[in-house]
Nanobody
Framework: QVQLVESGGGLVQAGGSLRLSCAAS????????MAWFRQAPGKQRELVATIAIGGSTNYADSVKGRFTISRDNAKNMMYLQMNSLKPEDTAVYYC????????????WGQGTQVTVSS
């Protein structure tokens, strides 16, 4: 198990940028597939981006070209660089992890609020 703590959320104007961080405790971070999810009020949680152990990435269509997920296994850190933010990006953002070979994300952070004003 890893414990995950997000930081970096806040209020930003449309077109601005934010960088979210996810700090992981434990020595097994490098064996986890990591992801960012988000949940807006009244909406279902959605997968934003994933990053594999080796660094390959996938993105939701809604954020492709604007968001970049990355990880630093030596520092037990994951990041989400968010550029060209839109009001519809407003949500609570969560980092999550799953052990390679499993399908369920069962390690979650507490979430960080991102609010994009128009």
């Amino acid at each position: 198990q890893v414990q995950l703590v997000e930081s970096g959320g806040g209020l930003v104007q449309a077109g601005g940028s934010l960088r979210l961080s996810c700090a992981a405790s434990g020595r097994t971070f490098s064996t986890y597939i990591m992801a960012w999810f988000r949940q807006a009020p009244g909406k279902q949680r959605e997968l934003v981006a994933t990053i594999a152990i080796g660094g390959s990435t996938n993105y939701a269509d809604s954020v492709k070209g604007r968001f970049t997920i990355s990880r630093d296994n030596a520092k037990n850190m994951m990041y989400l660089q968010m550029n060209s933010l839109k009001p519809e990006d407003t949500a609570v953002y969560y980092c999550a992890g799953r052990i390679i070979g499993t399908v369920t994300y069962n390690n979650w952070g507490q979430g960080t609020q991102v609010t994009v004003s128009s």
